[in-house]
């Protein structure tokens, strides 16, 4: 076989094992169900004349909560109506069912659609579940991962609560189909390790058959991976995918490229073979943006605390929630663009300490202080593509913003990560994140990289990313705050 025919069947087998996960019962939706899913239908809607609207059948869905927030994952059957031109409609006076799928921002009281996803199905609604057969892009017939209708509450913090419900469900008779006995062993010690609970039989199940599906997808992953990084469980491994990247990811990064900056000046000197600014006291401890889209606000506070202490010799931990409340441009956890952070530091007058302003994960009303200001920036530079001068103008400058595509992180333990260009596409970056320096491991290049995962994810909170080849787009929107 040809090795592009690989390729193409590797990649093939890494997307298509999203179908695994079994259907969930369908139940009658709660009222909470029925806001977001009605709000998804008028955006849907919108635009038709009244004749042309669609309605909505059945819906199900879960609901995760953060501080005022709260993101709805929602699956619903829509009907069209019948189409009544034999010159537009295939199928004239016939219905067309739609199976959709939603995902539903609820901030400050504010709607907002974040994800729709819908495609023609044969839907037969009964007590039992509903057959979820649809399209992709491609006109081909797949299945997608469903989530049921069970509420869950991240906040409950007794595990023994769900050792209760994973210790019975570990007889091999009442396993979902795509488990073994030795990975229910597994996902109880993920429970055990990072405390998760879940309030029912039915949820713990659902969670076991979406940690299954993730551990084949991390072991293709891991197969695929041209470095030396190792993929397996983490705290994330419980989540689908489409939970993972609209939590925790930020996709304005790859819509939006933000203000215009000048290009700042790269040092004439090579840069020398390493180098690495947490050993020089300009990079503060890991921090965790929970679940909030609020890593551009972390990537650029990163960036300004170590160009604060180069200029004033002075190591402060600074505000992101400041950002995340008066930057009026940005979108909060929904998503933001270094370069205009920059721009609402300027035009706030600085940031205050992190003590001051504390992080709270999500948009609250601002309350910055021009007194409790402790850091101010005078412009921002975006910096060049070459890794080569990235690298000289990080050693002589400080840390760097940048931005990467996240393939594979949701499962990243440890190593240097090198993914396949394919499917790590520099035109496709959705996380920002802090470069605090480079070097070598056993002759492979790498970048040091700070994440806001916290420091239970990766290697005590930091990434390691191939250097040298382009990775995953992490020369492609590099920037810094001028202070001076």
């Excluded at 179908?19 to 369908?26: F, T």
């Excluded at 010159?87 to 004239?92: G, N």
């Excluded at 991976?225 to 930020?250: C, M």
């Amino acid at each position: 076989m040809a090795p592009w025919l690989q390729l193409l069947s590797l990649l093939g087998l890494l997307l298509g094992d999203a179908a695994a996960a079994p259907a969930p019962v369908w139940e009658p939706p709660t009222s909470e169900l029925l806001k977001p899913g009605r709000f998804a239908l008028r955006m849907y809607n919108r635009g038709r004349a009244a004749e042309n609207r669609a309605t909505l059948g059945a819906i199900r869905g879960r609901v995760r909560r953060a501080g005022r927030g709260s993101l709805y994952s929602l699956e619903a059957t829509l009907e069209e109506p019948p189409c009544n031109d034999p010159t537009v409609c295939q199928l004239p006076l016939s219905k067309k069912t739609l199976l959709c799928s939603f995902e539903v921002l609820d901030e400050l009281g504010k709607h907002m659609l974040l994800r729709r996803d819908c495609g023609p199905v044969d839907t037969k609604v009964a007590g039992s579940g509903i057959a979820q057969g649809c399209w992709d892009s491609g006109g081909q017939a797949s299945f997608r991962l469903s989530l049921d209708s069970l509420p869950f509450h991240p906040h409950l913090d007794n595990t023994n609560e769900t050792l209760n419900w994973v210790l019975p469900l570990m007889n091999k008779d009442l396993l979902p189909k795509n488990f073994s006995e030795k990975m229910a062993s597994i996902f109880k010690n993920f429970v055990t390790t990072y405390n998760r609970t879940y309030e029912t039989k039915e949820e713990t199940k659902w969670r076991m058959s979406v940690f299954a599906n993730n551990m084949m997808r991390a072991q293709k992953i891991q197969a695929l991976d041209q470095g030396t990084a190792q993929y397996g469980v983490t705290k994330f491994s419980d989540l689908t995918e489409e939970e993972f990247r609209t939590i925790y990811l930020n996709p304005l990064l790859r819509e939006d490229p933000g203000k215009k900056m000048r290009l700042a000046k790269i040092p004439k000197d090579p840069p020398p073979p390493d180098w690495d600014w947490r050993t020089k006291g300009a990079v503060t401890k890991v921090k965790d943006q929970g679940m909030c889209g609020s890593c551009w606000a972390f990537s650029v506070t990163g960036n300004v605390e170590g160009q604060w202490f180069l200029n004033q010799g002075t190591l402060l931990s600074l505000s992101e929630q400041e950002l995340l409340d008066c930057d009026k441009v940005d979108k909060a956890c929904m998503g933001g663009v270094p370069s205009t952070a920059y721009s609402a530091i300027m035009t706030l007058g600085g940031l205050e300490t992190e003590e001051d302003y504390s992080y709270q994960g999500h948009m609250q009303a601002c309350s910055f202080s021009t007194e409790k200001a402790k850091v101010y920036i005078n412009d921002s530079v975006e910096l060049s593509r070459s890794e080569h001068k990235l690298a000289a103008w990080l050693a002589k400058n400080g840390p760097i913003s940048v931005a990467i595509n996240a393939f594979g992180m949701q499962f990243y333990r440890h190593g240097i990560a090198h993914p396949l260009r394919p499917l790590c596409s520099p035109w496709l970056i959705d996380h920002a994140v802090l470069l605090v320096g480079y070097g070598n491991r056993s002759d492979v290049p790498f970048w040091a990289i700070k994440n806001s995962w916290g420091s239970d994810w990766g290697e005590e909170g930091y990434y390691y990313l191939h250097r040298g080849s382009g990775a995953c787009g992490v020369n492609t929107m590099a920037s810094s705050a001028v202070i001076d």
